[in-house]
């Protein structure tokens, strides 16, 4: 079992992200791939950067489950690049998907809360 640090968790947690982020960012229209990195980090206050390596296969992931569209187009200093587009699907896939971790992050912060136990704990064998 590889040994979890916190570099390592939370490469974890930014991987079962990923999609919410990358949905959320093109939420008001299609955006080619380093203008969704910079929303990510723009908005994270540069807490989340993603990178080519890790971007790239999680919009072609997001492509296949037909979450969101492509095509090419020019960027705006002139380039070619390929603008996503979030499909249908995409959009309520990131509505329920905003949904659970709206709920997820208050669980968490509840059990960070507790400032002591709600009861003694129950010894093992002990009838509750």
Known sequence: MARMTPETSR??????????????ALM???????AITSFIRRHS??????????????LWRLEGKALLDAEWGLSENNRKAKFYRMTNDGRKYLHRETRAW???????????AVTRPFAEPVAVGEAQ
């Open 45 to 58: 206050d540069d807490a989340l950067l993603v990178e080519e390596g890790t971007l790239y296969p999680a």
């Open 102 to 112: 709206e709920a997820y992050v208050a669980a968490v912060a509840k059990v960070l």
């Open 28 to 34: 008001w229209g299609p955006l080619h791939g380093y």
């Open 11 to 24: 490469l974890e947690l930014y991987r079962g992200t990923l999609d919410v982020l990358i949905l959320k």
